[in-house]
C-alpha cells in the first residue's frame, strides 16, 4: 500500500498522541520534503517539531520528481507536493484535511482521507475510542463543523 500525508494530519496526530495508528493502519507514510519542512517549522508546536527531528522508521521522506501540471496557486507547497506525489506513485491514499487541498486531488483521481477519517479507521481497527480521541482532537484546537462530528460520532 502506497500512502502519502501532507502536514495536517501528521500534526494532529502527534498532539492528541495517536501518531503511532498511521504505521498500524497503512505500515508506511510516505512525506515530501517540505512536509518535513513545515512539520519543523518554528511555527510547528515543540512536539511536532521534536518528533520531526527523529521521525520513526516507517516515515519516509521522498520528493515528487516533477511539479502539479497545471499547478495550483491556492494550496501551499506542502499540500501541492503531497498531492503531486502521491499521484506521480499512484498512491492508494493521501492523507490531507485541507478541503482545496482534498478537493483539488479528487480532481487528479487520487483517494483521500483526513484526520478524523484515520481515527474512525483506528476505532474500527480497535486501537482507540474514537468519542475520546475526537474531544481531544477539538481540544486542541481542530476546527470542523460539529454536524460533521456529529455525523461521525453517529456512525460507529
Known amino acids: ?19 503511532e495508528i498511521l504505521q498500524t493502519l497503512y505500515g508506511r507514510i510516505l512525506i515530501p520534503h517540505s512536509v518535513h519542512e513545515e ?3 518554528l511555527k510547528a508546536p515543540p512536539s511536532v517539531r ?21 499547478p495550483v496557486a491556492r494550496l501551499d507547497r506542502g499540500e501541492t507536493e503531497a498531492i503531486a506525489l502521491a499521484e506521480e506513485l499512484d498512491a492508494d491514499w493521501l492523507l490531507i484535511d485541507e478541503a482545496l487541498g482534498r478537493d483539488e486531488a479528487s480532481r487528479r483521481g487520487l483517494q483521500t482521507i483526513g484526520t478524523l477519517g ?11 475510542d474514537l ?12 476546527r470542523v463543523d460539529q454536524l460533521l462530528i456529529q455525523k461521525l460520532l453517529d456512525s460507529i
Open 131 to 142: 468519542r475520546t480521541a475526537v474531544d481531544h482532537l477539538m481540544s486542541i484546537g481542530f
Open 118 to 128: 484515520i481515527l474512525r479507521e483506528g476505532h474500527r481497527a480497535g486501537l482507540l
Open 39 to 41: 512539520l519543523l517549522s
Open 50 to 70: 521534536a518528533w520531526a527531528k527523529d521521525p520513526p522508521i516507517w516515515l519516509e521522506l521522498l520528493s515528487p520528481s516533477t511539479n502539479l501540471n497545471p
Open 1 to 19: 500500500m502506497i500512502v502519502v500525508a501532507d502536514t495536517s494530519p501528521i500534526n494532529y496526530l502527534i498532539l492528541i498522541g495517536r501518531i
